[in-house]
C-alpha cells in the first residue's frame, strides 16, 4: 500500500475524506480557544504566547471586554513579566495578556 492509499483508507476508517482532512501547520492561521477552558492564576491572569506562529486566535468568550491596551511593566502572581504585551480584561475580573503581533478577536462563546 501507498503513502497515499494509508492516509486515504485512515481518513475513510475516521469517518473523514482524506480531501483536506489533515492541513499543514503552516496553513492554518488561527486558532480558536474558548475564554472558560483558560486557566488563570491567582489574580485572574492568563499569559498566552505564541510560540506556533499563528497570525490570529479567535476567542470564544462568555463574558464582555471591558478594558483593552498595552500593558505597562507588570508582572502576574504566577511570575510572568507581560510589559509590551496587548491585553483584554473581563467583566469576570480575568485578565488575558498575549503578543501585540498576533490578533485577538473576541467572539460570543457558545449558547
Known amino acids: 500500500m501507498t503513502e497515499t492509499e494509508t492516509e486515504a483508507a485512515a481518513a475513510g ?3 473523514q475524506s482524506s480531501a483536506g482532512a489533515w492541513e ?3 496553513k492554518a492561521d488561527r486558532v480558536v480557544l474558548n475564554l472558560s477552558e483558560l486557566l488563570c492564576d491567582e489574580n485572574g491572569e ?5 510560540d506556533s506562529g499563528f497570525r490570529r486566535v479567535v476567542l470564544e468568550a462568555d ?8 500593558a505597562e511593566p507588570h508582572l502576574t502572581a504566577s511570575g510572568e513579566q507581560v510589559a509590551g504585551y496587548a491585553y483584554v ?8 495578556y498575549y503578543p501585540p503581533d498576533l490578533e485577538l478577536i473576541v467572539v460570543p462563546g457558545p449558547a
Request: glycine share 12%; charged share 10%.
Open 63 to 70: 463574558a464582555r471586554p471591558v478594558a483593552q491596551g498595552m
Open 13 to 15: 476508517a475516521a469517518g
Open 89 to 96: 480584561a473581563f467583566d469576570n475580573g480575568m485578565t488575558l
Open 24 to 26: 499543514p501547520a503552516e
Open 46 to 50: 492568563v499569559v498566552l504566547y505564541n
